[in-house]
């Protein structure tokens, strides 16, 4: 999973222990969610989401592996 979470808390100049605090989570939740280590909870997403001010689907993107990619097009 690819996000645009470290980019948002750069653009609204928050650390990354500020941002954890607004959402309720720990550092290290986001610190794994930055690097793509951890799927947030629906309520989490949207928490994030609200705070950025963006959806949830701009924010968190399922990212496709090339092999899923091909499996899909043999099976057009």
Do not use: W
Not at 9 to 30: D, G, K, M, P, W
């Amino acid at each position: 999973m690819i996000n645009k979470l470290k980019e948002h808390r750069h653009a609204y100049e928050l650390t990354q222990n500020q941002l954890a605090e607004l959402v309720h989570v720990s550092q290290r939740t986001i610190i794994s969610l930055e690097k793509g280590q951890y799927k947030p909870s629906i309520l989490l997403a949207y928490r994030l989401a609200l705070l950025f001010n963006t959806s949830i689907e701009d924010l968190f993107c399922l990212e496709k592996n090339k092999h899923q990619e091909d499996l899909e097009r043999e099976n057009l």
